[in-house]
């Protein structure tokens, strides 16, 4: 709290420079609660310089009453444009901005409330360069009572491999660097998505919007990746603060159903910017694999005439934060219709086989990069008798004894002696390692990758 005070203080004396160039202020809508909507309008005028604000742009997406987006075209500086069609609130950003004409854009959603001073900080880190990509701190409107509370201001925007966006706390020594001066700038490797301030020529070389992405979702992990790999960056600015309604539901139609366009869209990202990284994501949600995700010709071809840098890039140096799997494969061992299958055994428990039934839980294998068998922190272990070889499930260290390769033939063959995985005497003891002969049926496995 002690900070939270510092911070606005702090704010209070920063000083902004006199040529701040104006902006168009383009807000889209679909069926926007008028309230909400007249809300947005008057705290922008109000809360802004006034020679700051070029115009309001207000881009009714097809909503039910054209009445509301005219009723508010009466008031000074705002602009209703109306599709004649329900496009989605990309086609009608993209339509806003194309229609604007200052040289800087800034991005509403129908329902905030601009801040004291949240312009100026915005407009001067464009100002001072273009490439800046800026966002306000987003604090929050209560959805029952409409009511303005604020909202730390020690969060960057992330996602995990389900590609959904999330806050993320800074870490404790980014917290306490920040100690010094709160009012610097907080580098973020995603953004919400709503509110934003561009420059209109960077916004336009940058490639707008992916046109063919609809209704709602996956255009702020497409921007925010565009915006970091082609050589920009994405800022969240302390001292500029607007409130927002964050809603349980989307309190209007979802054309094509939520999920699918959700999926539609963050698929469409993922091809054009994520490289073999995508693989994560399918991993993470599987289903998302089905959904038709239409040509991505012109996207791809964006990011070859920009130069834009490869995802590997962008893990390493904007969002090392987020842990990359290990490179492994996850899947199912299988002979014939078994499974190698923990059996709902424990450390030190032997495994064995059962019939595949293609849900994970105890059929589900990682095979490592090292060689292991991997089944959550447990790993196949060859335990050498006397008589024999045991294998048994133990808990994954560095040790030869654990390493194992997946042979041609089919053979599951341990790294440093010629025994191979066997289910000749699986009734009796489970998997066995016994001398290795490509040609038994006992030892044949295919490893079946949830990628495959
Ligand atoms: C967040 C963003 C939102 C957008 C979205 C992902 C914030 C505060 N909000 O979700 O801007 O990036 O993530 O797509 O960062 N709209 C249309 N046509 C439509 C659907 C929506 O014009 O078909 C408008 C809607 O009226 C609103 C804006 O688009 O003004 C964003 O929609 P939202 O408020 O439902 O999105 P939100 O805040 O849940
Ligand atoms: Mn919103």
Redesign the pocket.
Known sequence: MALARCLIEKCRKKVYRKDLPPTSVI????N?ARSTLLRTIVSVLNRSPEHLIKEIILVD?FSDHPEDGLELAKINKVRVIRNEK?E??VR?RVRGADAAIAEVLTFL???CECNEDWLEPLLERVAEDETRVVCPV?DVISMDTFQYIGASADLRGGFDWNLVFKWEYLSLEERAERHKDPTTSIETPMI????FVINKKYFEKLGKYDMKMD??????LEISFRVWQCGGSLEIIPCSRVG?VF?KR?P?TFPGGSGNVFAKNTRRAAEVWMDDYKQYYYAAVPLAKNIPFGNIDDRIELRTRLHCKPFKWYLENVYPQLAVPEMTNVGTIQQGIYCLDTLGHLIDGSVGVYQCHSTGGNQEWTITKKGQIKHHDLCLTLVSFAKGSVVMMRVCDDNENQRWELREGGILKHSKSNVCLDTRYVQEHGITAELCNSGLDTQYWRFVTKHS
């Not at 209704?215 to 702020?220: D, L």
């Open positions: 807000i889209t809508f679909h926007e997406d329900r989605g609130l009608s959603d129908s329902h987003i919400a998505g709503g509110l209704v709602w979702g996956g255009e702020n927002h809603r989307h209007y």
